[in-house]
């Protein structure tokens, strides 16, 4: 991912919050001759085991994900190939009327984390269970009502054998953070109140994210 000095991580813990925050990445990997690029949408969570705590640098940490077996995706990945993870955070149009100045153009402001990794299928019945379980615990714990799973073990074991779970171990990342640093101190202001103000909860969570900005 291409990031101007501009738009780089203002701080070392930006791009762990994001992906914590905004879980769902799109995996994209190679296909073969005449595919084309796999892209999938799917959850991912820290490895509770290893990087349930990991904050600042994203590289060597390890993540987990799945994907329905059935997905030609699964097939395509290979045992320490390369994937790709792209999350996206906060982000909303600008228009130029909120610089109040006669020459601007309009832009996007918005939040993203490119991971690449290498790859491990996670083979065993027992292990993909407890992807599928640390998954729950964690979106639960940060987006649910604390739903007890015990109940539906049984139900997870019947469907676990149609998902393919693995392991990302992290080896770089970027961060994209376009939250109008270009723009002198008092148009970036104008841009943060008005979206703060908006009734768009996107406006909104972006402002946030401006007023934290050095």
């Known amino acids: 991912m291409f990031v101007p000095d501009f738009y780089r991580e203002p701080g070392s813990s930006w791009m762990v919050d994001l992906v914590r925050g905004n879980p769902l990445a799109l995996a994209v990997s190679n296909g073969g001759a005449g595919d084309g690029p796999f892209a999938t949408h799917l959850p991912v969570i820290f490895d509770p085991e290893t990087s349930a705590d990991w904050s600042g640098d994203l590289r060597g940490a390890t993540l987990l994900g799945h994907m329905n077996r059935a997905n030609p995706h699964w097939a395509a990945l290979d045992d320490g190939g390369v994937l790709l993870l792209t999350f996206t955070g906060p ?124």
């Open 91 to 214: 982000h909303s149009y600008v228009s130029p009327t909120v610089y109040r100045k006669t020459l601007a153009a309009p832009t996007w402001n918005f939040t993203a984390v490119h991971v690449r990794g290498a790859v491990e299928k996670i083979t065993t019945t027992e292990e993909t269970l407890g992807v599928v379980q640390s998954t729950v615990r964690a979106f639960e714990g940060a987006f649910g009502d604390g739903w007890d799973m015990t109940d539906s073990l049984g139900y997870f074991r019947k469907i676990v054998p149609a998902v393919g779970a693995f392991r990302l171990t992290v080896t770089g990342a970027d961060g994209m953070f376009k939250l109008s640093q270009e723009q002198p101190g008092e148009v970036r202001e104008r841009v943060r109140e008005s979206f703060g103000q908006s009734g768009c909860a996107h406006k909104r969570q972006t402002a946030e994210l401006m007023s934290r900005l050095p």
